[in-house]
């Protein structure tokens, strides 16, 4: 079993690889330029470019150290949880191992992303991409005339996270060496209030800094 700070770093490479690939299928710089050149000038706009492609390695830095701090408070969570409702111990690395196993969903999301505005709305804005969540509560509302406090909690309800869910409740399920009901149990309770909790401090903060 490979340690979970590697499979972090395979998890980052991927996700990197296919953002460079969804900004160049949708020319976000472009779009970026567009939106920004309404309030700046030439000058301002090439500069920034620049420092942006100077530094791009930066962010390229940061996603795997977000992807370590991310999985692993999660599986903080998680584990509180094992150990509560749980007969058997588990091991906080082998939990580790199962959060960024079920990560993996999530690289699904920019992939459909690309397929539909390549597809299907072929003519988008900024907006459009930036709030866009495939099979998201948002998706059904939309996020024109929706309060910006509630964009978050609508991306935040969709099926790539109840995949998410259902992937955790089976291989703890698994883990634990009882069923998948047991698993669910655990990732309700521990993950899911602690989604919940953060959706909220998200939604809070939202509201009083808009």
């Avoid at 420092?51 to 977000?66: A, D, E």
Wanted: aromatic share 20%; net charge neutral; glycine share 2%.
């Amino acid at each position: 079993m490979k340690h979970p700070v590697i499979k972090c770093l395979l998890f980052s490479a991927v996700l990197i690889s296919i953002s460079e690939i969804t900004k160049m299928i949708l020319d976000i710089d472009k779009l970026l330029y567009d939106t920004m050149a309404e309030n700046l000038s030439f000058e301002q706009l090439n500069h920034f470019f620049e420092f942006q492609n100077k530094w791009k390695w930066v962010s390229y830095l940061f996603i795997p150290i977000h992807i370590i701090i991310k999985t692993s408070i999660i599986t903080i969570v998680l584990y509180i949880g094992a150990y509560f409702l749980s007969q058997k111990e588990v091991t906080y690395k082998s939990l580790w191992n199962i959060v960024i196993k079920a990560e993996f969903v999530f690289l699904l999301v920019p992939i459909v992303k690309v397929v539909w505005f390549y597809f299907f709305q072929t003519k988008y804005d900024l907006e459009d991409i930036q709030y866009f969540y495939p099979l998201s509560a948002l998706n059904i509302t939309g996020y024109k005339g929706l309060e910006l406090w509630y964009i978050y909690p609508f991306q935040t309800l969709n099926l790539f996270e109840l995949a998410y869910w259902l992937i955790l409740a089976y291989f703890i399920g698994k883990e634990i060496e009882t069923n998948m009901d047991t698993g669910l149990k655990i990732v309700t309770y521990s993950y899911g209030s602690a989604l919940l909790l953060w959706v909220t401090t998200v939604m809070f903060f939202t509201l009083n800094y808009s």
